[in-house]
């Protein structure tokens, strides 16, 4: 276990008429006998003076700072005081949302923590508005000259080095260290964010075939990205597989330990597009789709993503028909996030307010005097279309009522049997069940706020045991995290890469068989779902 | 033989949804299938995007630029067509004068010149008032910060790296390119200005014991420094060995061949020092002493460096004592050079003006009418000494007559005592004769200009058939160039460091005995030189 930084403490006998070594080669040769490395050590221009000084200063005895990352170690730094705190930052890059840990290399420990929205939504809200932000230029000059300079991508790259190095001075500020004292960033985002982050071109990323202009990018230095945390600190970037296949699902791969698993898991992360992985530490598979966005609440019109005010918890009482919710900081509700939704949908489809397809039913065709009380008191028609009041009581402040309307129960539909028919179509590739699987990792906000058995009402995920399931947070953080920590987890990366086959979803025809079979609530073959009670209305 | 920036001709297959590997791992995957070499490829963080484009924009076929100088070979362009000139530039930097050439590497050949006077004299004439002026802040401020910024060394480091960008300038007009096609840069100079190159501390440099802050200078960019020509151009800084042996050295080493030969060879390279070097292919020892002043042009008062209005050459007839001079430039003289020094001084021995001991006879006590005669036209006593006045004639344009005085005799002798000294102590290390030289090598304007003959009249240069003698110039460029072509060259550069044996002289009891025997015209001991003849004066 090796960090990316780390400290070597160093002696060296002083120069004198009959040594005149030089300082760095002086260094060099006493480090050399105490490492038991054999790749060369060098110094990067930037900091030859401040190290040799260092050196001397400290009378040619101390710690030296080294960056175990590249081919040849690079001495970055030196002191005659052992180092209490290295300090490095992890980043999970989202497309959205910017999250961050400062950790301490001595001891792996988190000492500090902070979040930011991405600054460049002001540049577009997803990944394709940012690219047509990024190449404006040279689509309108029609030029494909290869030094051409982008400037909306320079903007974009400004941008979100000038979030990242928000966070960083935030980070530092918490830990109560100079923000050049941040000696290495670990960065885990999509391969969009990457390119846009490095500053290079990101044209072919969004058109067939989706290439990206690089999946791996090392040897960069801080500095040279002007970031404000130590020049010479080393960037690993998560490396990717493909432009709909980021580092932060590397990350997450990492994170879940799966690909250290003899028994095979499988990793779901939803974010705008829902990623799967199957498989174990001999192989991986792994594709994405478009189930995501009614979860992450990019579809619904009350959706939102998990933040304060938002709803992420419902339920109604079958018997009693009483309405429970809870918002994220227990704050007045403004709109439902993924799990709030899937909460409500179960709880619709349970209390029988919807029907199999996910479709509203007539109050006017209820039997049950106390369900038509509930239905009354909480549908509404609005434009020839029923929609369910959620917030239909005085604790809301916005303007509107929290309102589920068909179109967002219709789009959750097509999002639940995405996930599904994804989930299905993975696993039918290598001819394994779902009950053969040791553990369902679920990662992102997704994981950390949905109640898997709600999400098994609506045949969203498996109807496997709950046991089955393990939220994970924040796996690209944690991803993020691991390498900077360890060379074994910097090399799984590598070993991930090397191993996984990417299913590619838009041209398969199983899945879209599949996608179709799982537009009902929770199957057109409940036998899949045998813990979820199935409801047969004579309107439907 | 590899040059230090390569092409290689490369076909990829073109993307395609069954293949949507990254642009540059298709680029890299294409050319490690091509090159027998191992070591592992990279694109510079600067030249991601203009790399990858030139390829896509190429049909994914064509030629990469590949810089074969770090341990992991870096991909810097690509052109769809075979690029026919590859342009590198040599520098020697020197303290006085810096000389650039510019090569195509594609064959070889030397495609433009160019030299400039080192602007850094505006600082001070010297290493030593560089020194000073680069550490007057820090000095001031009596501060050993490691990040202390010096405002001298950023002047002096700005100052050099605008020079080095006009010769760049220069070259690429010379030969029609754009300065950024220049795609690589070699820099030999002493081991003060590599220092004020890369603006690093030179403080200790001068003072005991004299410790470089550091002999080797690896993985830097033209970029990393503000250098004109491509950003991502690697440098190749020649090593150094100490603060007295620099890079420039080396570079002489290298292209006198000596490190290659099976015969024992000598360098000799007189600049502000003398620095001579003895080897061959097994072994190399290498000394240097304050030889040099008076031979360059800088003690004699009316010295100056070889250049326009120097007096390079001159003769007197001992028979008829015909005075004969020529200039560089063939202009109106202004001033003695080193050759042209040599010369007047083995010329006033020859027709004895001068004794052993190198002072000016007294006309008084001369007895041969002829000789009276034309000491009485060229010998004036001034402030109680005689002195020479060489151009008592009207050509001279000068406020003053071009005058060699006592002062500048004894310099003169002082010069060539130590110079002998030097060659016989190093020598004497190695228990061998001048007689078992295959060749002494004179580098530099030293040995372009100076006659080997007037120098052993002097014992300066040993008693040695003139054939042993071979100017080869400006060996500090010369090896710069070597560098960028060979990678046996860059290897043996290495190897000369590792074998090179420094002997120092400022300590060294027989350098000084054979310093004050060598202090005569030829030297107290006759039998060194049996080709020169021998003068007695009753005045002596």
Request: charged residues 20%; aromatic residues 6%; hydrophobic residues 45%.
């Amino acid at each position: 276990m090796k960090a990316i930084v780390s400290v070597q403490q160093v002696e060296a006998s002083a120069p004198g008429l009959s040594d005149n070594t030089a300082d760095l080669d002086r260094l060099q040769q006493a480090l050399s006998g105490t490492l038991q490395d054999e790749r060369p050590l060098s110094v990067p221009y930037s900091c030859m003076t401040t190290v040799a000084r260092g050196f001397r200063d400290a009378g040619f005895k101390g710690y030296a700072l080294l960056n175990n990352l590249e081919k040849s170690r690079a001495i970055v730094g030196f002191s005659k005081a052992k180092p209490v705190v290295v300090a490095a930052m992890a980043l999970d890059l989202g497309t959205t949302h910017l999250e961050a840990s400062l950790l301490n290399l001595q001891n792996g420990e988190k000492i500090a923590s902070a979040n930011l929205e991405n600054a460049q939504i002001r540049f577009g809200a997803d990944i394709l508005s940012r690219i047509h932000h990024a190449t404006a230029a040279r689509r309108q000059q029609k030029t494909l000259a290869p030094d051409f300079q982008d400037v909306g991508l320079d903007e974009l790259q400004a941008t979100i080095i000038t979030c990242i190095n928000d966070l960083a001075d935030e980070l530092a500020e918490k830990a109560g260290i100079p923000v050049a004292e941040i000696r290495a960033l670990s960065v885990s985002g999509n391969t969009t964010m990457a390119h846009l982050f490095l500053g290079v071109d990101p044209f072919t990323l969004c058109r067939e075939p989706y290439i990206p202009l690089f999946n791996r990018a090392t040897g960069i230095e801080a500095g040279q990205l002007n970031l404000v945390i130590s020049p010479v600190a080393p960037l690993f970037i998560m490396p990717s597989i493909g432009s709909y296949f980021g580092g932060d699902l590397i990350s997450g791969i990492l994170a879940s330990g799966m690909a250290r698993s003899e028994k095979t898991r499988m990793l779901i992360d939803v974010g705008t597009n829902a990623e799967v992985v199957l498989g174990n530490s001999e192989w991986l598979i792994a594709c994405a789709g478009a189930a995501g966005p009614a979860l992450e609440g990019g579809v619904a019109r009350m959706g939102m993503r998990a933040g304060a005010g938002a709803i992420e918890y419902v339920a109604i009482d079958p018997k009693t028909f009483a309405v429970e919710y809870r918002t994220i900081g227990d704050v007045a509700p403004i709109g439902l996030c993924g799990s709030g939704l899937i909460d409500l949908v179960a709880a619709l489809y349970l209390t029988q307010l919807i029907d199999i397809r996910g479709k509203f039913r007539d109050p006017a065709k209820e039997k049950d005097p106390e369900r038509l009380e509930f239905m009354k008191k909480y549908l509404q028609l609005r434009n020839d279309d029923f929609c369910f009041v959620l917030t239909a009581t005085d604790e809301n402040d916005r303007a509107e009522d929290v309102v589920l309307e068909q179109i967002d129960l219709d789009a959750m539909i097509r999002s639940k049997a995405a996930m599904y028919a994804i989930l299905r179509t993975l696993l039918n590739q290598v001819g394994l069940s779902f009950q053969e699987l040791e553990e369902i990792t679920v990662a992102g906000a997704f994981g950390r706020h949905i109640n898997p058995e709600r999400a098994i009402t609506l045949g969203m995920l498996p109807d496997l045991p709950l046991s089955t399931y393990r939220p994970i947070g924040n796996s690209s953080l944690q991803g993020a995290e691991l390498v900077l920590l360890d060379d074994e987890a910097r090399n799984e990366c590598e070993k991930i890469v090397s191993s996984i086959t990417y299913l590619e979803l838009n041209v398969n025809q199983e899945f879209m068989i599949r996608f179709s079979g799982a537009r009902f609530i929770p199957h057109t073959d409940p036998s899949l779902f045998p813990s979820v009670p199935l409801f047969t209305h004579s309107d439907s």
